[in-house]
């Protein structure tokens, strides 16, 4: 896997990944940035989020559960000095479908947890504290 991020003056930079895709990262503007676009450890943290909610998605479909949505919302805290690394991640997942089995959701999420996703494994590995929750949201006819 390769990556490019090229500095595009002040706080600015452009990030492509090694399949062609930009994205824009900024700085706050007390750090010298416009605001423009996403922080770093923002971008960590929606990877994260990408990453796990892809698994669960996955794990569902091959379970053959109705699963019609899935959000991963994300909760980060951070060391207060400086290198100022996550310390805790929280992962809420909000599952909706009809007649979604909730030993199916429950699993899905432990399976991402602790067996699939190498972003979460990865971070929990480096001494962040990683939780999941989730919540079933049954869709009407």
């Given at each position: 896997?390769?990556?490019?991020?090229?500095?595009?003056?002040?706080?600015?930079?452009?990030?492509?990944?090694?399949?062609?895709?930009?994205?824009?990262?900024?700085?706050?503007?007390?750090?010298?940035?416009?605001?423009?676009?996403?922080?770093?450890?923002?971008?960590?943290?929606?990877?994260?989020?990408?990453?796990?909610?892809?698994?669960?998605?996955?794990?569902?479909?091959?379970?053959?559960?109705?699963?019609?949505?899935?959000?991963?919302?994300?909760?980060?805290?951070?060391?207060?000095?400086?290198?100022?690394?996550?310390?805790?991640?929280?992962?809420?997942?909000?599952?909706?479908?009809?007649?979604?089995?909730?030993?199916?959701?429950?699993?899905a999420v432990e399976l991402s947890a602790e067996k699939y996703?190498?972003?979460?494994?990865?971070?929990?590995?480096?001494?962040?504290?990683?939780?999941?929750?989730?919540?079933?949201?049954?869709?009407?006819?």
């Amino acid at each position: 896997m390769k990556a490019r991020v090229q500095w595009a003056g002040e706080a600015l930079f452009l990030g492509e990944s090694g399949s062609g895709h930009a994205v824009v990262m900024d700085g706050p503007p007390e750090n010298g940035g416009r605001n423009l676009g996403v922080r770093p450890m923002e971008m960590l943290l929606i990877g994260l989020g990408g990453c796990s909610n892809f698994d669960v998605v996955s794990i569902l479909k091959k379970s053959r559960q109705p699963v019609e949505s899935c959000e991963a919302f994300l909760d980060a805290e951070r060391a207060s000095e400086d290198p100022k690394v996550f310390t805790k991640i929280h992962l809420h997942f909000v599952v909706k479908g009809r007649g979604l089995k909730e030993a199916q959701v429950k699993r899905a999420v432990e399976l991402s947890a602790e067996k699939y996703c190498s972003a979460s494994i990865m971070l929990g590995r480096a001494g962040v504290e990683i939780t999941h929750d989730y919540e079933i949201v049954e869709l009407g006819a």
